[in-house]
């Protein structure tokens, strides 16, 4: 499997160091970020999850840890917005250029609002999230993926 996606580059490009974690992408019965967790051998909550939103009808990036779900209030609230709710699939793989189930923050085709989940400043670092590409998942110190997406941190996710 190749490991350059629009994801590692941007990374690469950030300055921002990173490893790659691989495993046999099923798709199958439940949540991805779950199934990834478990592949790789990381407790849920540093593993993060990419949920593509619309605000305001406007598109969002949104990354919560994978054993947590998302709260449209919060995050509407966190984008100073007045609502917000899942985008189409088709929708989002048009807008990022990923496939669902491969969506990662970094290196979308359309740079759009990010906001992290305040649990991935309280979990141990590193964390994991999506590299870009179904069964890639990237490993990094949030801090700095963080200031390269100019994203923000906020309470968006619930147990």
């Not at 190749?2 to 019965?29: C, N, V, W």
């Not at 009808?57 to 917005?81: E, F, H, Q, T």
């Not at 992290?116 to 490993?139: H, Q, S, Y």
Request: overall charge neutral.
């Amino acid at each position: 499997m190749s490991t350059a996606t629009p994801a590692t580059r941007f990374l690469d490009k950030a300055g921002i160091g990173y490893e790659l974690y691989e495993y046999d992408y099923g798709g199958g019965d439940g949540p991805i970020g779950l199934q990834a967790a478990e592949a790789i051998g990381w407790t849920p909550e540093r593993v993060f999850k990419t949920l593509m939103l619309e605000v305001d009808g406007k598109p969002a990036c949104a990354v919560i840890p994978s054993d947590r779900s998302l709260s449209m209030k919060k995050v509407a609230a966190a984008l100073k917005a007045k609502s917000a709710k899942m985008m189409d699939p088709a929708k989002a793989e048009r807008l990022t250029g990923f496939h669902t189930g491969g969506i990662s923050p970094f290196g979308q085709k359309k740079r759009v609002p990010v906001v992290f989940d305040v649990t991935v400043t309280e979990v141990e670092a590193p964390v994991v999230m999506n590299g870009g590409k179904r069964g890639l998942m990237i490993c990094l110190e949030p801090e700095p993926g963080i200031a390269a997406l100019a994203a923000s941190v906020a309470e968006v996710s619930v147990l």
